[in-house]
């Protein structure tokens, strides 16, 4: 069954200060993984996801991660932190068969809280 | 366009009552899942449907029920509601089911908070 782990509930940053959001997962077949971001009291928005095309995977807002197999994680990454960024933060994994199709739910971890300090 | 839309926005029940939710996909997407949130923790599936037909379901009692309607809106149903019902509930749509690839991406709505007294 897929799984995914979120290390570390609450990041705190300072403005301009590299973010590292930790992420791993667990699944039996090479699995299609997103991250999603939510603001207070919104919906989840789309930051990136992996589809396997490439390892390095670039999303909005100056976010990109990198999918490594051999470690099993998809840490989320930004060079330079902004206030607008303080958000909670959601890895997720969604399963695929041996075909590449995939089973079509998302599985969450249990989500970040960026904060973000002046 | 208009995303993902969901009603009620916020809503108060009291315990043993019904609730529907109810979810309108962007349009185009044929494709209709529900999520609960409960504060402080991850999304967790509850159901998908595509074309009309259940494609998958969660770990939720049988109180939980859903259907997708010709025009790919999406009513969540629960019954008999419980304190722990007490949750955001979020709907998502893409185009297809089995797919993430670039032309077929996950959008969320807002969602429909629910409070159970």
């Known amino acids: 069954a897929q799984s995914v782990t979120q290390l570390g509930s609450h990041v705190s940053v300072s403005e301009g200060a590299l973010v590292l959001l930790r992420c791993n997962y667990s699944?039996?077949?090479?699995?299609?993984l997103f991250w999603y971001v939510q603001y207070p009291n919104q919906g989840l928005q789309l930051l990136l996801k992996?589809?396997?095309?490439?390892?390095l995977v670039k999303g909005i807002n100056g976010f990109e991660a990198e999918f490594k197999k051999s470690e099993t994680s998809f840490h989320l990454t930004k060079p330079s932190a902004h206030m607008s960024d303080a958000a909670e933060y959601f890895c997720?994994?969604?399963?695929?068969?041996?075909?590449?199709?995939?089973?079509?739910?998302?599985?969450f971890g249990q989500g970040t809280i960026l904060t973000v300090h002046p | 366009d208009a995303g993902v839309t969901q009603s009620p926005t916020h809503l108060i029940k009291t315990r043993g009552q019904h609730v529907t939710l109810r979810c309108s996909p962007i349009?185009?997407?044929?494709?209709v899942s529900w999520y609960q949130q409960v504060l402080g923790q991850g999304p967790q599936f509850i159901f998908q449907?595509?074309?009309?037909?259940?494609?998958g379901r969660g770990n939720f009692p049988d109180r939980f029920s859903a259907r997708q309607f010709p025009n790919y809106s999406s009513e969540l149903n629960v019954n008999a509601l419980l304190l722990g019902d007490s949750a955001l509930y979020l709907c998502?749509?893409?185009?297809?089911?089995?797919?993430?690839?670039?032309?077929?991406?996950?959008?969320f709505g807002e969602g429909s908070w629910l409070t159970v007294v």
């Open positions: 998502a749509s893409s185009l297809v089911w089995g797919q993430h690839n670039s032309g077929n991406t996950i959008y």
């Open positions: 699944s039996s077949v090479p699995p299609y």
């Open positions: 992996y589809t396997s095309a490439a390892t």
């Open positions: 997720a994994v969604s399963e695929a068969n041996a075909g590449g199709t995939s089973y079509g739910k998302l599985t």
């Open positions: 349009s185009g997407h044929k494709s």
């Open positions: 449907y595509y074309e009309k037909e259940e494609r």
